[in-house]
C-alpha cells in the first residue's frame, strides 16, 4: 500500500529565506505524486506533479520538487519565501496512473508553513 | 480551467437534520468525484469515490446510509449526511477528475464547513 511522510508539521522560515518542505513516499509501483497547498478555510490548489517524466517538476508561484527514486522522496522547495506562502502543504501519492483501481490520492498529513517578515 | 465549486461553503443545522451539499465542475466534464472529510488540524481523509451513473464505492469504516452519494450528471456530485450529529460536524471537500483534463489530476473544491449543534 502506499503511503506519505511529511517531515515536520511546523515549519518556520523569514521571508526571503529557503523553503523546503520534505516528503517521504511509499509505494510498490511508479508513483505519481502531487504537493498541493492550502489556505486557510479553503480547498486545495495544485502546486505541481510528477508523473514520470522529468524528475525535477516547476510548479507555480515559484515552487519546484525533486523526484529521488533512490531516495524515495518528493520535496518542495522555493529559493525566497514570500509572505503569501503562508499556509498548509500537502504531499500526495496516486499508485500508477490511475492510483490503484480508481485513482485514489493517498495525502500526508500536512506540513504549515510560516513565513515571518 | 478546471474549476470546482462546492455549496454552501458554511452551513449550521441542528442535530438529526439532513444537510445536502453539491460539487460542480464548472468548466469540465467530471467522470470521477471524490469526497473528503477534514479534521481540524489533520490531513484529507477520502470517503468515498463516485463515477457519473454508477454507485459510489466508499471507504473502509464509512456509513453508505449516512453519507449519501449521488453523481447524477458529468458536472455535479452531491453529498447528503442524513440525520447529522455534532461529531459529523467537520470540513467537507470534493475534488473531480475529467476526461479531458489530465486524467491523473484531481481538482479540489472549496470545501464546506458543517456544524451541528
Known amino acids: 500500500a502506499q503511503s506519505v511522510t511529511q517531515l515536520g508539521s511546523h515549519v518556520s522560515v523569514s521571508e526571503g529565506a529557503l523553503v523546503l518542505l520534505r516528503c517521504n513516499y511509499s509505494s510498490s509501483v511508479p508513483p505519481y505524486l502531487f504537493w498541493y497547498v492550502q489556505y486557510p478555510n479553503q480547498g486545495l490548489q495544485l502546486l505541481l506533479k510528477y508523473t514520470s517524466a522529468a524528475t525535477l517538476v516547476k510548479g507555480i508561484n515559484g515552487f519546484e520538487a525533486e523526484f529521488k527514486k533512490s531516495e524515495t522522496s518528493f520535496h518542495l522547495t522555493k529559493p525566497s519565501a514570500h509572505m503569501s506562502d503562508a499556509a498548509e502543504y500537502f504531499c500526495a501519492v496516486s499508485e500508477g496512473k490511475y492510483g490503484g483501481s480508481q485513482g485514489n490520492l493517498i495525502f500526508g498529513k500536512g506540513t504549515k508553513l510560516s513565513v515571518k517578515p | 480551467g478546471a474549476v470546482v465549486s462546492q455549496h454552501p461553503s458554511r452551513v449550521i443545522c441542528k442535530s438529526g437534520t439532513s444537510v445536502k451539499i453539491e460539487c460542480r465542475s464548472l468548466?469540465?466534464?467530471?467522470?470521477?468525484m471524490f469526497w473528503y472529510r477534514q479534521f481540524p488540524k489533520q490531513s484529507l481523509m477520502l470517503m468515498a469515490t463516485?463515477?457519473?451513473?454508477?454507485?459510489?464505492?466508499?471507504e473502509q469504516g464509512v456509513e453508505k446510509d449516512k453519507f449519501l452519494i449521488n453523481h447524477a450528471s458529468l458536472t455535479l456530485s452531491t453529498l447528503t449526511v442524513t440525520s447529522a450529529h455534532p461529531e459529523d460536524s467537520s470540513f467537507y471537500i470534493c475534488?473531480?477528475?475529467?476526461?479531458?483534463?489530465?486524467?491523473?489530476?484531481?481538482?479540489f473544491g472549496p470545501g464546506t464547513r458543517l456544524t451541528v449543534l
Open positions: 475534488s473531480a477528475r475529467g476526461s479531458r483534463l489530465s486524467t491523473d489530476t484531481q481538482y
Open positions: 463516485s463515477n457519473e451513473g454508477s454507485k459510489a464505492t466508499y
Open positions: 468548466d469540465f466534464q467530471a467522470t470521477t
